[in-house]
C-alpha cells in the first residue's frame, strides 16, 4: 500500500540519515556535546534520589553524571552504536545499542524517562506518537518523562540554523583527519559514501533528517495519547520541551 511504502522510506530515510550519520560524526560529536543542558539536569535533580531512569536516545552519554550526582540508576539507548559505544567507555554509563520505537525493557519498570533531541528525527506522525508511546510503556505509574524536540522558531536557540520548512535535512561538517586518513576502518571512514566529500575543506558533508516543530504541535502530540498527561511545556535552548505523566 502507499502508507506501507512511505513507511518503509521514512523507516529507510531514519537508517541513512541519522543512525549511519552518527555513526559516522560520533567522536566529533562528543568533542562538541560534553554538557547536558541547564534545564535536563533539573529535571533529573528533582526526582526522588534513587530513581531507575532511562535515557532514551542517550547519545554520548551526557547526562551520565547528573544521574552519578543524584544517586539515581540510569540505563540508556541509543540507535547508534559508536554513540553507545563512548557513552559507555567516557561517561560510564549503562547503555545498549536499542530502537527508541522497540524498546528492550519491561513494561512498568523505569520511575523516569528522558528523551533529548530524539523526536526531531522522527519522519512520521505515527511513529513520534509510537516513541511517546514506548517512552510511558516502560514508566511505572505517575512516572514522568521529559520530551525535547528541535523548534522551528530558533529566534534564541543555539543551533546557528533557520528554518523555512519543517522537515529538513541539516548538514554536519566532518573534518577527515590524519588519523581517518590512515586508519580505513574507523567509522567516520565505513560510513563516508553516505557523506559529499569537500576536498577544499578536507571535510564530509553528512546530512541529518529533522523534522522541527512548531509551538504546540508537540503539545498536541502528546495529548493525542491516552496514557500521556501533559503536565507542562515551555521552550529552551532552541527545542520545545515537556514534561509528561504516565497514567492509567
Same mark, same amino acid.
Given at each position: ?24 560524526? #560520533? ?29 532514551? +536516545? ?6 551520565? &553524571? /547528573? ?27 549503562? #547503555? ?5 520505537? $522497540? ?22 506522525? &505515527?511513529?513520534?506518537?509510537?516513541? !511517546?508511546?514506548?517512552?510511558?510503556? !516502560? ?46 576502518? $574507523? ?7 553516505? +557523506?559529499?566529500?569537500? &576536498?577544499?575543506?578536507?571535510?564530509? !558533508? ?16 502528546? /495529548? ?25
Amino acid at each position: 500500500s502507499a502508507a506501507a511504502a512511505f513507511a518503509s522510506r521514512a523507516f529507510g530515510c531514519r537508517r541513512r540519515h541519522v543512525q549511519r550519520v552518527y555513526d559516522a560524526i #560520533a567522536n566529533q560529536w562528543h568533542g562538541t556535546r560534553y554538557k547536558a543542558w541547564p534545564n535536563v539536569v533539573k529535571f533529573v535533580e528533582a526526582l526522588p534520589t534513587g530513581s531507575l531512569v532511562a535515557d532514551l +536516545g542517550c547519545g554520548n552519554g551526557k547526562l551520565s &553524571p /547528573s544521574f552519578r550526582a543524584n544517586r539515581h540508576f540510569g540505563i540508556g539507548c541509543d540507535f547508534s552504536s559508536e554513540l553507545v559505544r563512548i557513552s559507555r567507555a567516557q561517561m560510564d554509563l549503562e #547503555a545498549q545499542v536499542a530502537d527508541v520505537m $522497540a524498546l528492550p525493557y519491561r513494561s512498568g519498570t523505569f520511575d523516569a524517562a528522558v528523551s533529548i533531541a530524539v523526536l526531531h528525527h522522527v519522519a512520521t506522525v &505515527p511513529r513520534r506518537r509510537q516513541l !511517546i508511546q514506548e517512552a510511558l510503556r !516502560i514508566l511505572r505509574p505517575t512516572g514522568r518523562a521529559l520530551f525535547y524536540a528541535w523548534a522551528m522558531e530558533q529566534s534564541n536557540g543555539r543551533s546557528g540554523h533557520e528554518f523555512d520548512a519543517q522537515d529538513v535535512f541539516v548538514p554536519w561538517h566532518q573534518k577527515k583527519t590524519e588519523q581517518l586518513r590512515q586508519d580505513p576502518s $574507523a567509522p567516520e571512514n565505513a560510513h563516508a559514501a553516505d +557523506g559529499s566529500y569537500m &576536498p577544499e575543506k578536507a571535510a564530509f !558533508i553528512y546530512q541529518r533528517y529533522c523534522h522541527v516543530y512548531r509551538e504546540g504541535e508537540l503539545a498536541d502530540l502528546v /495529548s493525542s495519547i491516552p496514557c500521556a498527561k501533559l503536565l507542562s511545556t515551555y521552550y529552551d535552548v532552541g527545542n520545545w520541551c515537556a514534561v509528561v505523566e504516565k497514567v492509567e
